[in-house]
């Protein structure tokens, strides 16, 4: 039987919009899509979001890693609710192969050595926010990627608030909205980062980080 070339991809083929996030990732720690997900998409994963927080499943989010807990309203306002993988649903199903497709691509084309994923639900009722801060600071030092996607109504008013900013540079920030369909991507040690206080209506999303070891 003939050897394999090391570097010979079978089936490779080229994804303008992965490639498009490696190379924001390259130049400016940070890609935004604006349709990484389909409208019908989102709507299905925003009403299993409502269901679950109807069943009360979400805690109040903190901040520490997961064994070594504080809550502290004055930095973080949010609820989140952790997903398995193992257990999901049809929408999340869809979700988790989108962005398995996508670490699948980064792990072949820029050999990220992406190992591990985690991700969660999270609910910013009106009035709550995120303080600036590195998502490293959570005791994790194997977060390489953040991942957010946005599972807000169609119509959301850039009035309500709830703005992820990021900081680019000492003088520099970028303002993005939580729209739905949106998924944006940051290099988790480098950005540092904000939520802004959701002036109206509640804010959802899903936060997910990619992990190297
Ligand atoms: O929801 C967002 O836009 C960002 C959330 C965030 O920074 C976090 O959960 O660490
Ligand atoms: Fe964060």
């Not at 962005?99 to 084309?109: E, F, P, Q």
């Not at 850039?158 to 739905?180: A, D, F, R, W």
Request: glycine share 4%.
């Amino acid at each position: 039987m003939e050897k394999l070339e090391l570097f010979e991809q079978v089936d490779f083929k080229a994804n303008s919009k992965y490639e498009k996030i490696i190379e924001d990732l390259l130049l400016q720690k940070y890609s935004i899509t604006d349709t990484f997900f389909e409208a019908s998409e989102i709507e299905i994963l925003r009403a299993a979001t409502l269901r679950k927080l109807e069943e009360d499943q979400f805690k109040k989010a903190a901040i520490g890693n997961r064994t070594n807990e504080i809550i502290a309203k004055k930095i973080r306002g949010d609820f989140i609710l952790w997903m398995d993988e193992q257990k999901a649903d049809a929408a999340e199903k869809v979700f988790f192969d989108k962005i398995n497709n996508l670490v699948n691509y980064l792990n072949s084309t820029c050999f990220m050595g992406i190992l591990h994923k985690e991700f969660h639900y999270a609910v910013y009722p009106k009035g709550t926010f995120y303080k600036r801060h590195l998502d490293t600071f959570q005791n994790d030092s194997c977060r390489k990627l953040s991942i957010v996607c946005y599972l807000n109504e169609e119509n959301w008013l850039t009035s309500n608030g709830g703005e992820l900013v990021m900081y680019t540079s000492e003088s520099t920030e970028k303002t993005i909205y939580p729209l739905p369909g949106r998924l944006v991507i940051f290099e988790s040690q480098l950005l540092e980062h904000e939520v802004k206080e959701v002036k109206n209506d509640q804010r959802l999303s899903i936060t997910g980080w990619l992990k190297t070891r």
